[in-house]
């Protein structure tokens, strides 16, 4: 008797105060929205006691995933959804708790439409495995995908439906939005020569695909070789395959073996073609160099071995540039783009080699790109210079040249971006460059709290940072200042990469700092 009274109260409720949904806006969205603000209105409604727990955007048991709430006020609610692949498409009911008669609904509300660019498996890799191989590290790419956003991404391989092969214990990692990869242990499913590996993906915002007869699985091969260096040589030998199926072809590192005693061997390949590397480890005078002695995998010799004819594949490192104590900086980021920066997080390319080229000697520095993203050369002598960028399969096609004289200042910011095989210059950040003068940044990285050292005596300026995708995530105005000091909070912002702006009396700077 007691929930038809209260049912009856509310109906009572309802009708004699006439709360009502009278709007959302956007009132629709597309499956695959990672973020979507929206507005719900009402009228004779008081919201105030909204919170993202008491906001429901529903058709049925299928719930559209509430990220944030953000301003509340009696008669409106401002929010951010989420709307996966997987939502159904169809109209939805639109409910929001009011403190005086409960949830108030909006029937058809709101409304999900298909994916103008649905999330579709592009290809795996690498393409052949041996069936005696302990670990294979394979990438299945996928488009309009969000791996970088999802929390329960899935990669298997199977053959038939008996044989299931899970990945090597932590070897899953997600190298951006469309992009998964893990090692699998080839020996331990007894697959046999000419059969299959079925490759599979997923995660439960972009749905499931099935990559069949994705890898063939061939006899064995091997290689081995020398490292041409007078003394002791420290470091890795790479193997990187060639996918010829995909155009252009791209390149799978597939084994990685270390160099003892100046000899190296590679043994339970697959029977194709490799890019073959030698990679110095603390190592000051020698860059890593493809075989025989590139430092482009553009330039290099490919090799072909022969199933029982173990190929020997010499390597002639490549000198270093010896660096100067008195010389500049240089340095910059690498993400991938231009599709990234329409999603929620940028994904910065880690472990990418980059390499300082002295165009008058053809000598090169070697480093590698952080976990933003970054990297940096120090001390860099006069003279004249490139930047360039390896990976097995992509071209660069435009790079930045630059001439470092007694008067040279650092070079920052020489940032790249990687996309469909391809790597190019980009201001990176989305955001326009403005004419700079020197800004110093301090802590960085910080913690939270900044301090700008003003470049000059400011009046009035303005402060703005951003994060990756050109969002504002901070700005302050100042009036009458005095100091020759700024101080700034990100406290409340994720951990990353921003953009400083100062802006103020005619005078333009922006840098870059990391919240950590």
């Not at 953000?70 to 403190?99: C, H, K, M, W």
């Not at 002791?232 to 155009?247: F, K, P």
Request: charged share 10%; with cysteine.
């Amino acid at each position: 008797m007691k929930p038809l009274v209260a049912l009856i109260t509310c109906l009572i409720a309802s009708v004699s105060f006439g709360q009502i949904i009278t709007s959302v806006s956007p009132s629709s969205g597309e499956q695959g929205t990672v973020t979507l603000p929206i507005t719900i209105s009402g009228s004779g409604t008081s919201f105030s006691n909204a919170t993202s727990t008491v906001v429901e955007i529903s058709q049925g048991t299928n719930t559209l995933q509430v990220l944030s709430v953000g301003a509340v006020a009696p008669e409106s609610v401002d929010l951010n959804i989420r709307v996966s692949n997987q939502a159904p498409i169809g109209n939805y009911t639109v409910r929001v708790f009011d403190q005086n008669v409960g949830m108030v609904d909006m029937p058809n509300g709101f409304t999900v439409l298909p994916n103008s660019n649905p999330a579709t498996l592009l290809n795996t890799s690498p393409e052949l495995t041996s069936g005696t191989q302990q670990s294979l590290p394979v990438t299945i790419t996928t488009d309009n995908t969000n791996f970088s956003q999802a929390t329960d991404n899935t990669i298997y391989l199977s053959q038939g439906t008996s044989t299931i092969l899970q990945p090597i214990p932590g070897s899953v990692t997600v190298l951006n939005d469309n992009a998964i990869r893990a090692s699998f242990d080839i020996s331990q499913s007894g697959a046999t020569v000419g059969s299959y590996f079925n490759a599979h993906c997923g995660n439960s915002f972009d749905g499931y695909f099935d990559d069949m007869n994705a890898i063939a699985v061939t006899d064995a091969t091997e290689v081995s070789g020398m490292i041409n260096y007078s003394g002791t040589y420290n470091g890795v030998v790479e193997l990187y395959q060639e996918n010829t199926g995909i155009n252009p072809s791209t390149y799978s590192l597939v084994a990685s073996t270390p160099v003892v005693g100046n000899s190296y061997v590679v043994t339970d390949l697959a029977e194709a073609t490799y890019l073959i590397r030698s990679v110095p480890l603390g190592m000051s005078d020698v860059v890593a160099t493809y075989y025989p002695n590139n430092i482009l995998w553009q330039n290099a010799t490919s090799v072909t071995p022969v199933p029982g004819v173990p190929g020997q594949y010499d390597i002639t490192p490549f000198p270093s540039l010896i660096a100067n104590l008195l010389g500049i900086t240089v340095n910059g980021t690498l993400g991938y783009g231009p599709n990234g920066f329409n999603k929620a997080n940028i994904v910065f390319a880690e472990g990418v080699e980059v390499f300082l080229r002295d165009t008058d000697n053809n000598a090169y520095l070697q480093t590698v790109t952080d976990a933003n993203g970054a990297y940096s050369f120090a001390n860099i002598p006069d003279g004249n210079y490139e930047i360039m960028i390896d990976i097995p399969g992509y071209e660069q096609v435009s790079t930045y040249t630059f001439t470092v004289s007694g008067s040279s200042v650092d070079m920052n910011d020489l940032d790249f971006l990687i996309d469909n095989n391809e790597i190019f210059t980009s201001g990176f950040m989305g955001l326009p460059k403005l004419d700079k003068v020197n800004l110093k940044v301090y802590p960085n990285p910080s913690e939270g709290t900044f301090n700008i050292l003003l470049p000059t005596n400011l009046s009035s300026f303005e402060i703005s940072v951003y994060n990756c995708v050109g969002t504002k995530v901070f700005e302050e105005s100042v009036e009458h200042n005095t100091s020759n000091t700024f101080k700034g909070d990100l406290s409340g912002v994720a951990e990353g990469v921003y953009i400083v702006r100062l802006i103020g009396e005619g005078l333009t700077a922006e840098t870059r700092i990391v919240k950590r």
